[in-house]
């Protein structure tokens, strides 16, 4: 069984570029979560997404934006990049809920962005 | 905001030594989830609590939840090189995970 798959792995941009990551999520997943991950903040939950609809969004300014498309494949976008927008993307699809239980999240080895 | 604070921060220890990774938070969570993410990975789950006072073991690593689900601990007995790596909890409510900041465990040879 395939698992999540993010593309790019690695990147540089430059300040006031936009970026878009890409996120395939283990096949039959239909929700798909992004993080933003530095050494600082630790794990920051951007948005996620369940059947095409953003189900929960976390406290990130408009600049970061994502959709879900009917495979359930998702993108994120962060439009006029700042310098403090270097970090590790990461990609989770979660499980389905089994007997009460929540799903676990089936993370992606990341994009890796550096603005310059 | 649900916020979980880990600690410690860092931790460094030699092989053989047993350890314990204390996460905490003032909200409750349906259930807290333990990960382990290696350098260019992603995290990978490592066990799911849902129960307070629920206690699992998973070979040398033994989990628990809080009775009042509101933290959570991991012990680790006779750590080995192979358990470095960043522990990270994540408390869960209405499907959504909120992480806490990590424990680097570093375990010396």
């Known amino acids: 069984k395939a698992g999540v798959t993010q593309t790019p792995r690695y990147l540089i941009k430059t300040r006031g570029q936009q970026v878009t990551l890409s996120c395939s999520p283990i096949?039959?997943?239909?929700?798909v979560s992004w993080y933003q991950q530095t050494p600082g903040q630790g794990l920051q939950f951007l948005f996620e997404?369940?059947?095409?609809?953003?189900?929960n969004k976390g406290n990130f300014p408009g600049r970061f934006s994502g959709r879900q498309f009917s495979n359930s494949r998702s993108e994120m976008n962060v439009s006029t990049l700042e310098l403090g927008d270097s970090a590790l993307y990461l990609c989770a699809s979660r499980r389905p809920i089994l007997a009460g239980v929540p799903g676990e999240l089936f993370f992606g080895e990341g994009s890796r962005l550096t603005v310059l | 905001t649900q916020l979980l604070e880990q600690s410690p921060q860092f931790l460094s220890i030699q092989e053989g030594e047993n350890l314990t990774v204390y996460c905490n938070s003032s909200s409750v969570f349906s259930s807290l989830q333990w990960y382990r993410q290696e350098p260019g990975e992603g995290p990978v789950l490592l066990v799911t609590?849902?129960?307070?006072?629920e206690v699992k073991k998973l070979k040398r690593l033994t989990f628990q939840f809080g009775d009042a689900r509101k933290d959570s601990s991991l012990h680790i007995t006779a750590a080995q090189p192979g358990d470095t790596g960043l522990y990270l909890c994540?408390?869960?409510?209405?499907?959504?995970?909120?992480f806490g900041d990590g424990t680097t465990l570093t375990v010396k040879p």
């Open positions: 096949s039959g997943h239909r929700s």
């Open positions: 997404y369940f059947s095409e609809t953003q189900r």
């Open positions: 994540a408390g869960v409510n209405a499907g959504k995970s909120t």
């Open positions: 609590v849902v129960t307070g006072g």
